[in-house]
């Protein structure tokens, strides 16, 4: 991979401590793998926060950097460790303790997509999976890392946004009546990952929105949340997991009508989360 595997969008001046990522949202498949791949081309972009990248990209100019994957989940999941490797697609690798991700086909270079359809008619070779690591993960992660460390130097703390969707049918299977149920969840590791004064704002920006939210359940946060999250060092994670019925077509992949509109919206929330990152916002001394 030639180019750089991610999108860093920064602002013309840099104002808050919060940073917004996407690390789902990738779409660069190259032809190679589509090639080797069993799928085609509309079942493989099935496991993509799709468009999560564009719902965000009003964060720079209100003060925040974004940083979006630009080579795609099926490929490389980003939001799991680079250990996390899968013996099941990956020749070479030993299971050396039991990793509900990576049993369910789920690890850092995934088996599957969503409804568990195969992605390969075999096995990867080790080699290559340690080529994806070194080619994506790596730089992706080694970037999230500097903009924390800039963050916190310049503003006190640091405050991530990783930002997601949720397919429709999971939204389903949650627990209330019909047109009751969440339409964001927040992941922060059961208050593992971020302070509560900062969760309790995103949520609240959340909701002065209209928006039904909970948090934690089904979606807590996975590599990116547990990785990151360390709020005794001054970094906070809040994983963000979006509805896709509120702004995309999901069985054609493609924007619907109101993604303009649920756009605008979320323009309003990321102000607001923004706000969460600015100086005067920052309680030090209770750090």
């Known amino acids: 991979m030639a180019t750089l595997p991610y999108r860093l969008d920064l602002p013309k001046e840099h104002t808050t401590g919060v940073v917004f990522a996407s690390p789902h949202s990738g779409r660069d498949y190259s032809w190679d793998f589509l090639r080797r791949s069993v799928l085609d081309e509309m079942s493989i972009r099935s496991s993509e926060d799709a468009f999560v990248d564009r719902l965000f990209n009003t964060a720079p100019g209100l003060g925040a950097p974004l940083l979006a994957a630009l080579a795609p989940r099926a490929y490389v999941d ?20 039991h990793n509900p991700r990576v049993s369910s086909g789920l690890g850092v270079i995934p088996r599957v997509v969503a409804n568990g359809r195969a992605i390969y008619r075999g096995k990867i070779e080790l080699a290559e999976a340690r080529e994806r690591l070194s080619e994506v993960w790596r730089p992706y992660h080694g970037q999230l890392q500097q903009l924390l460390d800039e963050s916190k130097a310049q503003f006190g703390r640091a405050i991530l946004i990783d930002c997601h969707s949720m397919p429709h049918e999971a939204v389903l299977s949650m627990p209330g009546a019909v047109g009751r149920r969440p339409q964001v969840v927040l992941g922060d590791r059961f208050g593992a990952a971020c302070a509560p004064d900062v969760i309790d704002a ?19 946060g996975a590599f990116i949340t547990q990785h990151y999250g360390k709020p005794s060092r001054r970094q906070h994670v809040v994983q963000v997991e979006i509805d896709r019925a509120l702004y995309m ?10 993604f303009s509109d649920f756009r605008a919206t979320l323009k309003g929330i990321i102000a607001e989360i923004v706000e969460i990152g600015r100086p005067a916002s920052l309680p030090l001394a209770a750090e």
């Open 202 to 220: 995103v949520e609240a920006a959340f909701v002065r929105a209209g928006l039904r939210v909970v948090r934690n359940a089904p979606f807590a």
């Open 249 to 258: 077509d999901e069985r054609a992949v493609r924007p619907s009508q109101g």
């Open 78 to 97: 980003l939001n799991r460790g680079a250990d996390e490797l899968d013996p099941a697609v990956v020749r070479g690798v030993r299971a050396v303790t």
